[in-house]
């Protein structure tokens, strides 16, 4: 299960894993805790956690009230 990493437009850290966008909601000693980049468009409950090296750790919760885009993680390591 890989991720990559990218920026948003405010060049905050931007995690993409399976087509899906994820920005930071916390960190703590050990890990980093992103959220869907849609948790309030779209009310989105999908996180994912990394250690803190943004090594995939799990996911949790569902994205259900949105689709993910595959082309998405391309087009945005294109724009870095």
């Known amino acids: 299960m890989s991720v990559t990493v990218s920026t948003t437009s405010k060049n905050a ?3 993409i894993h399976e087509g899906l966008p994820y920005i930071i909601d916390c960190r703590t000693d050990k890990k ?3 959220k ?13 956690h990394t250690d803190l090296n943004n090594v995939f750790i ?5 994205h259900e009230n949105h689709a993910g885009d595959s082309r998405a993680g391309p087009i945005r390591e294109y724009y870095d």
């Open 13 to 15: 850290p931007l995690l």
């Open 32 to 34: 980093i805790l992103w």
């Open 36 to 48: 869907c980049e849609h948790a309030k468009k779209y009310k989105c409950h999908g996180r994912l």
């Open 58 to 62: 799990k996911t949790v919760g569902d």
